[in-house]
């Protein structure tokens, strides 16, 4: 009689720790500064992803990014600021990829591997491995898999920000980043 109780209270007690427990690891991702006035330099970076949640929590990836900027003839809306790519294996930190995106490697300015976008509101910001990377004129694509990293602040030697799921298929991982200029 006594272990149904017992089980419920536990289950409260569990309940009411998780809701009081504070903001999640992942939750700054959605709110980052508008950035209007900045921009990030086309040139080599290095990259370290930290995931701080999510199934690999507490890895560390550092890696290589490369970006470049869009040939006149493109097409892209200017929002679309720079395309690049990454020598990493993003999975190592948990990122979010399936393969409905181009690879996060690719550096092809039709299908890039990252894409710096400048939101409505001003912030700043990288798709990697996504969807929305692939344009054709007249077509945006805004689901499936890859990641996203929110630039919270540059400075001449390079940005930093946090990183998480940018699609449906979102498992918790999440993390913060930081790029500094190799060249």
């Not at 419920?8 to 809701?19: P, R, W």
């Not at 990829?97 to 299908?111: E, M």
């Not at 400075?155 to 930081?178: E, H, L, M, N, Y």
Request: aromatic fraction near 6%; glycine fraction near 14%; charge should be neutral.
């Amino acid at each position: 009689m006594n272990q149904p109780r017992a089980a419920i209270a536990i289950g409260v007690g569990l309940l009411v720790s998780a809701c009081q427990s504070g903001p999640q690891p992942c939750q700054r991702l959605r709110s980052s500064p508008p950035l209007p006035t900045v921009s990030i330099a086309p040139g080599a970076y290095r990259l370290i992803l930290r995931a701080d949640a999510g199934p690999k929590g507490g890895a560390q990836l550092v890696t290589r990014l490369r970006l470049s900027t869009f040939s006149p003839d493109s097409g892209r809306p200017p929002s679309h600021l720079a395309f690049g790519s990454v020598t990493g294996d993003l999975y190592v930190v948990g990122a979010s990829l399936c393969g409905d995106g181009p690879s996060p490697q690719s550096h092809n300015q039709s299908s890039p591997g990252v894409l710096l976008q400048r939101e409505p509101d001003g912030a700043l910001g990288f798709w990697v491995g996504s969807a929305m990377n692939q344009y054709e004129t007249g077509i945006i694509r805004t689901d499936g898999c890859g990641v996203y990293l929110s630039v919270e602040s540059v400075s001449p030697k390079g940005f930093r920000g946090v990183w998480g799921a940018a699609g449906i298929v979102d498992d918790g991982s999440c993390g913060t980043f930081v790029a500094e200029s190799i060249e």
